[in-house]
Structure formats: structure tokens, C-alpha cells
């Protein structure tokens, strides 16, 4: 089993910047996907980036240019640097392990855009 535990969310004004951590724990396998979901209230759970072990990052469009994944293996975390936050970033921000047989999530860190 992976645990996964995120840290960092909170309110934030528009054009302000927040940094999410995840760490993972238990039975990690070397080779694996970590990521970022957000689920917005009423709408459905999506992708805002992933990064391999190998440290190749992808980002959702609607968030590239200001949102930047990364990782630190020998801590087993993961990052998501926000800037530039918009309203429409406010979600409830899920991290991901895939470690290409399961798929594990966190219990969700809320991330709350507004002035």
C-alpha cells in the first residue's frame, strides 16, 4: 500500500502563488507517475500535471506557464509551484501515485482563490 499526504493549500488572492507538497510513504516502487488533480466544486476531477521518476513533467494547458510540477525523489514528494492564481483555480488539489499496475490518491489539500 502507498500513502500520500498533501500539505500547502489555503486562501489565496488573485495573482498570488501557493506551493503544494505531497509525500508519498509504504510500498513505493522506483519506477512511477506522480501527479496533480484538482476537482472543482460541481465539476468533474481533472489533470493539472504529472511527472515521471524520471523527472519528465506534463502540464494542462490551463495551467502551463503558471503552475510548475517537480520532485524529489530521495523524499518520495512531489511539488506543485502555483502562480499567477486565477478564481478558477479554486478546487480541492489531489495527488496522484501510479505506479504502472495501481493507482493511489490523497485525501486532498483545498486551494480557495478569491479576494
Known amino acids: 500500500q502507498v500513502q500520500l499526504v498533501e500539505s500547502g493549500g489555503g486562501l489565496v488572492q488573485p495573482g498570488g502563488s501557493l506551493r503544494l507538497s505531497c509525500a508519498a510513504s509504504?510500498?513505493?516502487?522506483?519506477?512511477?507517475?506522480m501527479g496533480w488533480y484538482r476537482q472543482a466544486p460541481g465539476k468533474e476531477r481533472e489533470l493539472v500535471a504529472t511527472?515521471?521518476?524520471?523527472?519528465?513533467?506534463n502540464h494542462a494547458d490551463s495551467v502551463k506557464g503558471r503552475f510548475t510540477i517537480s520532485r524529489d525523489n530521495a523524499r518520495n514528494t512531489v511539488y506543485l509551484q502555483m502562480n499567477s492564481l486565477k478564481p478558477e483555480d479554486t478546487a480541492v488539489y489531489y495527488c496522484?501515485?501510479?505506479?504502472?499496475?495501481?493507482?493511489?490518491w490523497g485525501k486532498g489539500t483545498l486551494v480557495t482563490v478569491s479576494s
Open positions: 509504504g510500498s513505493i516502487f522506483s519506477i512511477n507517475v
Open positions: 511527472i515521471t521518476s524520471s523527472k519528465s513533467p
Open positions: 496522484n501515485l501510479y505506479n504502472y499496475r495501481d493507482k493511489y
